[in-house]
């Protein structure tokens, strides 16, 4: 069993670009979503799908399984998914040990870009880079399940007056 262990910020700047790799995109859709689970389907760069499953309320650290699937079935998924498609590109920054992913928004949620960090332990205290906003780990409106089942724009500000 896999645990997921990350924390969340949203992204004040884009000075974390000039330490970035490049960016892989993503489209994401949830096939179930309950408070305490869901199943998510990924198709990265149109090449590669994942179907994941995270089960746990604790936002800091979920029990997560993810598995590779053909393309053709991930985006049938896509198709019959609840809610909206996430639309994305992830970068990758090392800062300090710890490796950051930075999410650029596009689609309806264009603007927002929120950084995670995955750490082995709970009691991990990775360095916060500079270019880092508020903590929004455990606010169920940065999760990418509230994202794709809830239309939030309004309520976090992106989407709408948020230009590229």
């Given at each position: 069993?896999?645990?997921?262990?990350?924390?969340?910020?949203?992204?004040?700047?884009?000075?974390?670009?000039?330490?970035?790799?490049?960016?892989?995109?993503?489209?994401?859709?949830?096939?179930?979503?309950m408070d305490d689970?869901?199943?998510?389907?990924?198709?990265?760069?149109?090449?590669?799908?994942?179907?994941?499953?995270?089960?746990?309320?604790?936002?800091?650290?979920?029990?997560?399984?993810?598995?590779?699937?053909?393309?053709?079935?991930?985006?049938?998924?896509?198709?019959?998914?609840?809610?909206?498609?996430?639309?994305?590109?992830?970068?990758?920054?090392?800062?300090?040990?710890?490796?950051?992913?930075?999410?650029v928004y596009d689609?309806?949620?264009?603007?927002?870009?929120?950084?995670?960090?995955?750490?082995?332990?709970?009691?991990?205290?990775?360095?916060?880079?500079?270019?880092l906003g508020p903590?929004?780990?455990?606010?169920?409106?940065?999760?990418?399940?509230?994202?794709?089942?809830?239309?939030?724009?309004?309520?976090?500000?992106?989407?709408?007056?948020?230009?590229?």
């Amino acid at each position: 069993m896999a645990k997921e262990i990350e924390r969340k910020f949203l992204v004040l700047d884009t000075h974390w670009r000039e330490f970035a790799s490049a960016g892989a995109t993503f489209q994401q859709a949830y096939i179930a979503s309950m408070d305490d689970r869901s199943v998510r389907v990924r198709v990265i760069e149109g090449q590669k799908a994942l179907l994941t499953i995270k089960i746990g309320r604790n936002a800091l650290a979920r029990e997560e399984f993810e598995y590779e699937i053909p393309l053709a079935d991930a985006c049938d998924m896509i198709k019959q998914a609840i809610g909206i498609v996430i639309e994305k590109t992830r970068y990758k920054v090392v800062h300090h040990g710890f490796t950051w992913e930075i999410d650029v928004y596009d689609g309806i949620y264009r603007g927002l870009t929120v950084a995670e960090v995955e750490m082995k332990h709970e009691a991990d205290n990775p360095t916060l880079p500079d270019w880092l906003g508020p903590e929004v780990t455990g606010d169920h409106r940065y999760s990418n399940q509230s994202l794709a089942t809830e239309d939030l724009r309004e309520e976090i500000g992106y989407g709408i007056s948020h230009p590229a």
